[in-house]
């Protein structure tokens, strides 16, 4: 038996089949063969009983096999269907589908506890392995595994077989849910006697400038006849991987049963974990047993303290943090909820580029890799439990948030459920006392908040709660009377704003489904939620009880296209588009968001064969803006602190001048002008160094531009695309909300001047050339090295 644990990626060689298949309930344990088992069946009657494959010859077609990698989406690729009547997921059928893989272990594992990590499946999944019925989840946000001990083969004993069936058409969600292993899986092995899976707790109880009290608890499980002696060193490496303290106990564990070590050590001088210096300590847990090690764990931590003020708000390492959020989905262009992992690092890489600092996984537990990336990069999270479900079924899936989750210094806030109907009842109460209960004893360190949207005073709801989260609560400024009647309570305003508008366009049209860019057009009801995007940061600035805000949301995401039904497919409500372009929102948060100056002016200006007055506005944290239209001043507006000054202006094509002043002094000049015809492509990566790893993935931004190099911001031109090299394309997307092209293709329509591919390693090394052509234009093209 090879000692130790390893844990690897289970991502590629799966086969799958999109559609129903029959598989058997078997009336016997194993080798009855079919798609669960690789072996060939055995003989006797209870086949003909129990075991009849109706449809064996399409079940083993190769050709209805096609092999996928994780993570995969499978209802992305489905075609865009009006019959469907189903906008709220974007209009794309979901069908049952089925993931096969053939795999071998060797004959040196057999001992071994073999298990299978799934990070998340969209849902309702069940597994079969090597004929066995071993599993069912439900939940298409949690993350859960299959011990495969019992029913693997080893060595000569002949391969395995593992066989998901997903079935994604049950809506967890009222958003676009995909269909899939969308995240990743992995092969785990340990000893017998090893650390559960998430066993390991790091807490930081007492800081000061000197020391810092590192608590590390790490349940261990004894899967073996006999109880055993076990020796436990856990040692705490420093930012740059020196040791800085390490602790040595013993424990003693009964046959089939865990225990549970707890031990202290003192970290002297700590480098916190802040936004601006995300320092990341690593506790290395090894265990032994008769002296022979048997386990090693690591476990990233951070060192920091977190707290909310009823009266001033949130506070890092005793600093205040005024939180300046985001609410996402999951889901990104060409992808569909698929992302590798590099694609997360660029939305969040992108939200950072806005000013954001926190970011609130909506509304479900995100993937693993998003966390981490955000404790390495320094970005707050509010991680969410699905819904306000106290049943054995939902306590097991909070719970699975909380220990998978629980030692990211990012994270700040536990959320328990969102816009619940029992909000604000005396069972929701009861309800959420539960779900607050149990988080309390897996988590003391961090606070419990829900995204209420009303009830906030019924029914003895809110106060079970340690933080009071407001969507919406800066309409008629109800978080401010909250805040009067109960000022000992803490207040974050979980979602906000809600703005619906479409990229780059000036003029609403209902029935086509585009909303204008400046953000007012549905602020009135029958959507009260709807609200300028300005609304809640001048709420924000007349409440400093508020730690902060989470807008909504982001970036547009696929299904909730609110107002529209058809033809919308995606939501209009993001600060970005699903590609990540900015919308003229963007520029107001981040105006508002970062310290730097900033002035930016809304539409464009190509308007032809258009006259008439127009909508200039300027976006800006500057106190004082003057805007010049071919020469001639309109005029000065004075900014008062998060508004837009705004002009009407008779439209003369030529250009904008915004000339903006701070304390009287000149600081920023911005131009818009009208662009000529198009004349080329332009291809820009977000990185120029693709790891040839089989899975990093990169963004290439494409744009028409005029001779001079501007982008016309009105250019829809077809583009198709090629790759040449160890890469190839995995999406496309244009972030135009009433957009029915495919998003697994070679080419895609500029909308507003932009579109967007996808690019993914193939594993090797060399140059990687990717040419972006329209017809009548000069191509665009970028080199990336593959290394």
């Known amino acids: 038996m090879t000692p130790g644990r390893s844990r690897a990626r289970f991502d590629d060689g799966w086969k799958f089949f999109r559609g129903e298949l029959h598989v058997p309930h078997t009336v016997k344990a194993g080798m009855l063969g079919g798609l669960a088992d690789a072996m060939k069946r055995k003989g006797g009657k209870h086949l003909v009983v129990a075991f009849v494959d109706r449809e064996m010859k399409k079940a083993t077609d190769p050709e209805r096999w096609p092999e996928v990698t994780l993570p995969h989406d499978y209802v992305v690729e489905e075609p865009i269907r009006r019959d469907l009547q189903d906008a709220s997921h974007g209009h794309r059928a979901r069908c049952v589908g089925y993931y096969r893989k053939v795999f071998t272990l060797p004959r040196a594992d057999a001992g071994r506890r073999i298990t299978l990590e799934f990070d998340g499946i969209y849902r309702d999944s069940t597994i079969w392995v090597n004929g066995h019925h071993l599993a069912d989840h439900r939940s298409g946000y949690t993350s859960f595994s299959v011990d495969l001990t019992a029913v693997a083969r080893y060595g000569d004993e002949g391969p395995n077989t593992i066989l998901v069936r997903v079935d994604p058409r049950q809506n967890e969600g009222w958003w676009y849910e995909g269909g899939g292993i969308y995240r990743h899986a992995w092969l785990v092995k340990t ?10 707790s790091v807490t930081t109880p007492r800081i000061t400038a000197a020391s810092a009290s590192v608590r590390i608890e790490t349940a261990i499980l004894n899967e073996t006849a006999q109880a055993t002696g076990l020796a436990l060193e856990t040692v705490v490496l420093d930012p740059r991987g020196r040791r800085v303290a390490a602790v040595r106990s013993r424990a003693r564990v009964a046959a089939a049963a865990g225990a549970t070590v707890r031990q202290r050590v003192s970290v002297r001088a700590p480098r916190l974990w802040s936004l601006e210096t995300p320092h990341l ?176 005073l019924d029914g003895g709801y809110a106060e079970k709660l340690d933080v009071k989260g407001f969507n ?56 009260p939620w709807n609200c300028g995007f300005d609304a809640p940061w001048r709420s924000l600035l007349r409440h400093p009880f508020l730690s902060g805000i989470f807008i909504w949301s982001g970036f547009d995401y696929r299904g909730e296209p609110l107002p529209f039904k058809w033809p919308c497919t995606t939501s209009h409500y993001g600060a970005m588009d699903t590609c990540g372009f900015p919308k003229d929102a963007y520029w107001y948060h981040r105006a508002q968001f ?78 818009v002008r009208t662009t000529g015809p198009a004349k080329a492509v332009q291809a820009v990566p977000h990185r120029t160094r693709l790891v040839a790893d089989g899975r990093d993935a990169i963004a290439v931004r494409v744009s028409v531009r005029d001779a001079a190099g501007a982008v016309i911001p009105t250019a829809c031109h077809p583009v198709r695309f090629a790759v040449s090299g160890p890469a190839r394309i995995i999406g496309v997307g244009n972030g135009q909300c009433n957009s029915h092209e495919p998003d697994k293709a070679d080419r895609r329509r500029a909308f507003n001047g932009w579109c967007l591919v ?27 090295s593959a290394g």
């Open 191 to 200: 000893d017998p006697v090893h650390v559960r899976q998430w066993g390991t």
């Open 758 to 784: 996808l690019i993914q390693s193939t594993g090797h090394r060399g140059r990687v050339a990717l040419t972006a052509r329209s017809a009548g234009l000069r191509p665009g093209r970028c080199i990336i």
């Open 281 to 456: 300590y690593r506790a290395v847990t090894t265990v032994r047993q008769a002296g022979r090690v048997v386990d090693r764990v690591e476990t990233s931590f951070g060192i920091r303290t977190i707290r909310f003020d009823a009266a001033k708000g949130f506070f890092l390492n005793g600093r205040h943090v005024l939180i300046k959020g985001t609410c996402n989905h999951q889901d990104f262009a060409g992808v569909g909820v698929a992302l590798p992992d590099s694609l997360q690092a660029y939305r969040i890489d992108l939200l950072r580029e806005m000013g954001c600092n926190a970011y609130r996984c909506a509304h479900h537990p995100p993937t693993p890799e998003l966390l981490d990336y955000c404790d390495r990069v320094g970005m707050l999270v509010m991680d969410e439990n699905r819904k306000l479900d106290a049943s054995p079924e939902g306590l097991r899936d909070l719970k699975r948030m909380l220990y998978r989750d629980r030692n990211h210094p990012c994270i700040i806030l536990w959320g328990m459920e969102n816009e619940e109907p029992l909000e604000g009842t005396v069972m929701g109460a009861r309800l959420l006392e539960t779900l607050v209960r149990t988080t309390h004893r897996i988590d003391p360190t961090r606070p419990t908040t829900s995204a209420m949207n009303h009830g906030d």
């Open 594 to 671: 970062r310290p730097e100056p900033l002035l930016h002016l809304m539409p464009h200006w190509n308007r032809p064969g258009r006259r008439g007055p127009v909508r200039v506005r300027a976006l800006t944290n500057l106190d004082r803006v003057t805007l010049f239209v071919n020469g001639r001043s309109l005029g000065a507006r004075m900014v008062e602190p998060g508004t837009q000054p705004e002009w009407l202006v008779d439209y003369a094509p030529g250009e904008l001048l915004a000339v903006g002043m701070r304390e009287g002094r000149e600081v920023l000049r911005t131009r």
């Open 472 to 527: 919406y609560g800066h309409n008629n400024d109800k978080d401010a009377a909250y805040h009067a009647a109960r000022p000992w309570h803490p207040i974050i305003g979980t979602e906000t704003s809600a703005s619906v508008t479409t990229r780059g366009m000036y003029q609403t049209d209902m029935k086509h489904g585009v909303l204008d860019a400046y953000g007012d057009t549905m602020a009135t009801p029958p959507w």
